[in-house]
């Protein structure tokens, strides 16, 4: 396995649009996905294979990858939407976590 | 309602046991596989074993490989978590989550998402 690496911390104000990054050395070959976790909850899945959407998660929530960079992409960021983001990936029967991004709405 | 619901979590010393549960509700548990994934207070995620829909396969980590054993149930509602000869580094909040996975993570066509977790079984190993 390898190490998947994101930025410690991630500042927007409301309604812009940010991103986090996820990077990885052979993430160009393999599905990201993406976990929302607000403080004292637990993780939900926001974006699996790299794009695509579960039922429920608002349309605002996008996923892209070129090369060895997964990013999530939050569009008009809502106060609601402060919370830790974690990447994760599946390599040789091993599930990688990225070590997470809190992302602050100022 | 999709539902896991963890238990069986407490306070043991270095080198007991503990079995915690995945209880799953508004599904077939064994049309899924289940995953296990802790984290410490503060800290990030980690994930820990799975197992495959028919329960005929799992995978752990390298941390527990050989101390935790994860199996389902005859009835196929519950999972289990076997945990022994735990240590202080065991300590951390445990949660099991509904599971898609294909392959072994060495093709292109591989995945592997979670996509129902439950609300976590506090785990505790001190002396």
């Known amino acids: 396995s390898y190490d998947l690496t994101q930025p410690p911390s991630v500042s927007v104000s409301p309604g812009q649009t940010t991103s986090v990054t996820c990077f990885g050395n052979e993430l160009e070959y393999k599905y990201v996905s993406w976990y929302q976790q607000s403080p004292g909850q637990s993780p939900v899945l926001v974006i699996h294979q790299d794009y695509k959407r579960p039922s429920g998660i608002p349309e605002r929530f996008s996923g892209s990858k070129s090369g060895h960079t997964a990013t999530l992409t939050i569009s008009g960021t809502q106060a609601m939407d402060e919370a830790e983001y974690y990447c994760q990936a599946w390599d040789r029967f091993t599930v990688m976590f990225g070590g997470g991004t809190k992302l602050t709405v100022l | ?127």
């Open chain 2, 1 to 127: 309602d999709v539902q896991l619901v963890e238990s069986g979590g407490g306070f043991v010393q270095p080198g007991g046991s503990l079995r915690l549960s995945c209880a799953a509700s508004g599904f077939i548990l064994s049309s899924y596989a289940v995953s296990w994934v802790r984290q410490v207070p503060g800290k990030g995620l980690e994930w820990v074993s799975v197992i495959s829909a028919n329960g005929g396969s799992t995978y752990y980590a390298d941390s527990v490989k050989g101390r935790f054993t994860l199996s389902k149930d005859s009835a196929e509602t519950t999972a289990y978590l076997e945990m022994n000869s735990l240590r202080a580094e065991d300590t951390a909040v445990y949660y099991c989550a509904k599971t898609y996975y294909f392959g072994s993570g060495t093709s292109v066509a591989d995945y592997y998402y979670m996509d129902v977790w439950g609300k976590g079984t506090t785990v505790t190993v001190s002396s």
